[in-house]
């Protein structure tokens, strides 16, 4: 059995092209910010830079109430959401039912229908500002913040809804029961949702406990960033060239879709693998940071290591024959290598503690190649917006996703980048926070957002 041997391991990374020292992250934030302008002018870009038709509002009203719906892959969650004071969003009446068609094929009125259903009970003795749907599927947003379905993942089952406009249905099907509703209904998507959250959650200045502003002073904007199973971005936009909008008092949300970003700090592997996946040539930067993807590439690495023979143990072959690992695991046997325990750690004999301090090494290349990328989009984000925010008015980065929040070594790795990116050339006073009910409280500032 081979000894660990850290440069030759690294020397490994660096052969195949998915070591990090191998990029520059100040070019990469320009190549970013580059492939963001192509996108909002509408030209050839990895970006599209999508509009929401969403303008995220700087102040919530008190006591202002609404309807927030969140449809996600499995459930519906319906709740009213009131601002109170402190323009804080406080969940009401909250509850959770199957999403119209996973229990059975629906048509479209039937779908509407249960949408409705779930929404009624929350209407009828409440004086609502309007309604928020957070829709966890691929939409074309259009101008009156409504949402054509592009399509359905394989859970639910209701093909005569693509193509319709959701808000729209949903207008309809109260109407038919009788719910007079002429208030604006908003739709939304995921990131939309995180970065709107953050404004009902993260304090203008960047605290925990919102403080008095006695100087009136306006508060730095919201970034959306998803660390999840995806990876996206979005951020208040003022110059939308391609939609022939400017407006630098009433900025318009854009869904960046950071995940396609074309990398071009890929190397051999990160080709190889990428021609496995079911979308090969596209979403190169997901590929390399977000947690659909990380356990794969992790294990298309590791199996060529043990081929190269800079891994070796007495099970390689049972490696080479693992069909899958997924990222849950991975982060399991990465957060306790030594309990020799899943899939990966129970290949290892007690005494192949050198081939285990292997995998582990190449894991944590992995992993802080992807929080480099991720800090990348976040510091071209923060660039690109950059009109001179004050020392007391952070960018406030509203961050949702378990691949930031569990999996080891990414969100300090992450934070530590983006920190040497913004603080570069001089200080940029920014705060990460992680947000809560994204999806619910994200919908419920969208709903005040549109009158």
Avoid: W
């Avoid at 030759?8 to 070019?27: K, Q, T, V």
């Avoid at 990131?191 to 304090?203: D, E, F, P």
């Avoid at 407006?247 to 318009?252: A, G, T």
Wanted: glycine letters at 8%; aromatic letters at 10%; one cysteine or more.
């Amino acid at each position: 059995m081979s000894k660990f041997n850290a440069n030759e391991l690294s020397d490994f990374a660096r052969y195949y092209g998915f070591h990090y020292d191998g990029i520059n992250p100040y070019a990469l934030v320009k190549e970013i910010l580059v492939e963001m302008n192509r996108g909002l002018e509408g030209l050839s870009s990895s970006l599209p830079m999508i509009p929401s038709y969403i303008t995220p509002i700087t102040h919530i009203p008190p006591g202002k109430t609404v309807l927030a719906l969140d449809a996600g892959g499995t459930n519906l969650r319906t709740s009213l959401i009131y601002f109170n004071e402190n323009g804080e969003a406080v969940a009401q009446g909250t509850k959770k039912t199957p999403m119209p068609g996973t229990n059975g094929q629906l048509n479209a009125n039937e779908f509407f229908s249960e949408i409705a259903d779930a929404a009624i009970p929350l209407l009828k003795d409440t004086k609502i500002e309007g309604i928020g749907f957070t829709f966890s599927y691929p939409m074309e947003i259009t101008s009156d913040a409504d949402g054509i379905l592009i399509s359905f993942s394989k859970e639910v089952d209701a093909p005569d809804v693509v193509g319709k406009a959701i808000g729209r249905g949903l207008r309809e099907a109260l109407a038919a029961k009788g719910c007079k509703y002429d208030g604006p209904i908003v739709l939304l998507n995921d990131t939309v949702a995180t970065l709107l959250s953050g404004i009902a959650s993260i304090s203008p200045d960047g605290e925990p406990a919102r403080t008095r502003n006695d100087f009136g002073v306006k508060s730095g904007p919201v970034v959306g960033f998803i660390l999840g199973t995806g990876f996206n971005t979005a951020y208040p936009e003022v110059n939308i060239p391609k939609i022939k909008f400017n407006s630098n008092s009433s900025p318009q949300i854009i869904v960046c879709e950071t995940g396609n970003f074309d990398v071009h700090y890929r190397g051999q592997l990160d080709i190889e693998y990428d021609n496995t996946t079911k979308n090969p040539g596209s979403y190169y930067l997901e590929k390399a940071a977000a947690g659909a993807y990380l356990g794969p590439l992790t294990l298309y690495i590791l199996k060529q290591a043990v081929k190269d023979k800079v891994i070796q143990f007495k099970k390689s072959n049972e490696l080479l024959n693992m069909p899958h690992l997924e990222t849950r695991v991975l982060n399991e046997f990465i957060r306790a290598p030594l309990s020799a325990q899943g899939p990966l750690g129970s290949l290892f004999a007690h005494s192949e503690n050198d081939a285990l301090a292997g995998v582990q090494y190449i894991s944590s290349i992995i992993t802080e190649r992807g929080a480099l990328f991720s800090a990348a989009v976040l510091a071209a984000t923060i660039e690109h917006m950059n009109h001179g925010f004050e020392p007391y008015s952070p960018v406030r980065i509203a961050v949702e996703g378990t691949t930031y929040m569990i999996y080891k070594g990414m969100r300090r790795s992450f934070e530590s980048y983006l920190h040497q990116m913004l603080f570069n050339d001089k200080p940029q006073p920014y705060v990460v926070t992680p947000v809560e009910q994204a999806s619910l409280y994200g919908a419920a500032v969208a709903a005040l957002s549109r009158k």
